[in-house]
């Protein structure tokens, strides 16, 4: 049997680079080698978004087009619906047992984002554990990988130490995952903050047309101390060159530029168009998925629906293990 893969996006809003250079990618390449769980984590948006559920609702086909666009392949990979599988529901509420508030608090990321979005007394209980339910969401699939960008390794940790004191207490049943990053585990907005991220605002969609990424890498940052085209520029902290490593295959194209760019030889604009080209190179065909799938939006949620029974059975087993070992097997 394949070993499996689970990783998954909260359906808030259109899918980024930093998504595609962080995690997609991944799963694209690996969808072949391993069963692949692909989650829409729609109860863990709702745990900072119950108030505007419709944001969610529409987000789920949105999600879902991104997934297909880039190229999970509805035949091989599994594309699921978390809020339509309740077993991972029922796993959440017996791991929350085995994790103490003081080991949440001291989750770095879910610390973050409690004070960006500035709960203090009134954090949501559901927003703070939802470390708890991503747990249920990669143990309910027994997956051995998840793959993930920079900021999800707190939730991984926290992942194999629920297994881990499961386990323990009750027999051998889950199975522990890793981590696997990526390269560029962690994409700088176009702005040059640390993150590209929605809630920044700093972003390049997947979905985006030619003339947005052009339009917002023209505006990238560059070298702040280079002011004529034949000045020496510099490299480090130079998004554009960031963006360039993280996406240009042509390498020793690319070695070259930064040569000429060092040496005062070539021009801002010179290596922003070739960052755009080599962006729309690799966003054109996934344009192209998006519109067809896109005009087919029946087939679409045929495929989530599919894919979300599929999941149910799976989740189904593991869930039947867990209640075997708690003892809560009655009938
Ligand atoms: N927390 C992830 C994010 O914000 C989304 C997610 C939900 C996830 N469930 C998961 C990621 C399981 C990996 C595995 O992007």
Redesign the pocket.
């Known amino acids: 049997m394949k070993k499996r893969i689970?990783?998954?996006?909260?359906p808030t809003g259109p899918l980024h680079l930093g998504h595609y250079v962080g995690s997609l990618k991944n799963r694209v390449l690996l969808q072949r080698e391993y069963d692949t769980f692909v989650?829409i984590?729609d109860v863990?948006a709702l745990t900072d978004n119950f108030e505007t559920p419709e944001k969610v609702n529409k987000n789920i086909l949105e999600v879902a087009l991104d997934y297909l666009a880039v190229g999970i392949d509805p035949k091989i990979a599994t594309i699921v619906v978390q809020s339509a599988v309740p077993e991972i529901a029922e796993l959440t509420v017996f791991y929350m047992n085995l994790v103490t508030v003081g080991r949440l608090e001291q989750n770095p990321t879910v610390k973050t984002e409690i004070k960006e979005k500035g709960f203090e007394r009134s954090l949501p209980l559901g927003f703070f554990a939802y470390p708890v339910s991503?747990a249920a969401?990669?143990t309910a699939f027994q997956a051995a990988l998840?793959p993930?960008g920079e900021d999800?390794l707190p939730?991984i940790e926290q992942t194999r130490e629920i297994v881990r004191r499961f386990n323990t207490l009750y027999g051998k049943t889950l199975v522990e995952p890793e981590a696997l990053l990526s390269k560029f585990p962690r994409l700088p907005g176009i702005d040059g903050k640390a993150k590209m991220s929605k809630s920044l605002g700093n972003v390049i969609n997947l979905s985006d047309s030619a003339d947005e990424v052009k339009k917002k890498v023209m505006k990238m940052f560059t070298d702040p101390t280079r002011i004529h085209a034949n000045d020496p520029g510099h490299l480090e902290g130079n998004i554009v060159f960031t963006y360039l490593d993280a996406f240009d295959a042509d390498l020793s194209g690319l070695k070259d530029l930064k040569k000429r760019y060092q040496s005062g030889k070539v021009g801002d604009v010179e290596v922003k168009a070739r960052l755009v080209d080599v962006l729309n190179v690799m966003l054109d065909p996934m344009r192209a998925r998006r519109a067809e799938y896109a005009g087919n939006k029946k087939a679409v949620m045929e495929i989530l629906e599919q894919g979300t029974l599929r999941a149910r059975e799976v989740a189904g087993e593991t869930l039947r293990a867990v209640k075997k070992a708690m003892k809560i097997d009655y009938f």
């Not at 689970?6 to 909260?10: K, M, P």
């Open positions: 689970l990783t998954g996006d909260r989650l984590a863990q991503q969401d990669i998840v993930v999800q939730m």
